[in-house]
């Protein structure tokens, strides 16, 4: 059972270029969300989904883009690179918002913007 | 907006020496409160949480957490740390049946051996 999965782990772009980050679970978890983690600053969410077929903007979305094409899978995306998003990126699902749901986490991105 | 304030920002403690972490939170309703915990180049993983009914949670490795609604804190706690306790703790707070779950700005413990 792998939990969270994110790849890639490490990635270095240039500004202007374009990826997208991959996140799967195999716990048939509803909800997943992407979070950015910076220095002094916790974690932010960026963009949200509650299930397949649908996304939500967190609290940074500006820049990024999402999608949940299969339960399983929550894709993140970023079209323009620009330096701002030099972060460490982490991946969370849970099954639900009832009791005794906390988020799964996974291992991050570190993704660096030069 | 909902917002949550972990004031330490870096705490600095002696093996074997008593901890406690704040965490104050904004929203006035019916919340869920966690304490997650990163290790150094690892994810967060759940430390412990609270939903409903005992106030005072106990979490894994000798951790606990007091919920005092008329101070909207939900402090961890731990008596006695250990040099393998260093690591990040963030608090987080989700609005009761929301989806989304907000986070403090993490709190870094460096134990001294």
């Known amino acids: 059972n792998a939990g969270v999965t994110q790849t890639p782990k490490f990635r270095v772009l240039k500004t202007g270029q374009s990826m997208t980050l991959l996140c799967a679970q195999d716990?048939?978890?509803?909800?997943m969300y992407w979070y950015r983690q910076d220095p002094g600053m916790g974690l932010r969410l960026i963009h949200y989904s509650v299930g397949e077929g649908t996304t939500a903007k967190g609290e940074v979305p500006d820049g990024y883009n999402v999608s949940r094409l299969k339960k399983q899978n929550f894709l993140l995306g970023l079209e323009s690179a620009a330096p701002s998003q030099t972060s460490v990126y982490f991946c969370a699902s849970s099954y639900s918002t009832g009791v005794n749901q906390p988020q799964h986490f996974g291992d991050g991105t570190r993704l660096s913007i030069l | 907006a909902q917002s949550v304030s972990q004031h330490n920002h870096h705490v600095i403690l002696s093996e074997a020496a008593s901890l406690e972490l704040g965490c104050n939170y904004s929203?006035?309703?019916?919340?869920?409160l966690f304490w997650y915990v990163q290790y150094p180049g690892q994810h967060l993983q759940l430390l412990l949480k609270?939903?409903?009914?005992?106030?005072l949670v106990k979490g894994i490795k000798g951790f606990e957490a007091e919920f005092i609604k008329s101070k909207f804190s939900f402090n961890l706690r731990k008596p006695s740390v250990q040099w393998s306790d260093t690591a990040e703790y963030f608090c987080?707070?989700?609005?009761?049946?929301?989806?989304?779950?907000?986070f403090g700005s993490g709190t870094r413990l460096s134990i001294r051996p």
């Open positions: 609270y939903f409903s009914g005992d106030p």
């Open positions: 716990m048939n978890h509803e909800y």
């Open positions: 929203y006035g309703g019916t919340v869920n």
């Open positions: 987080a707070v989700r609005r009761s049946s929301a989806s989304k779950i907000i």
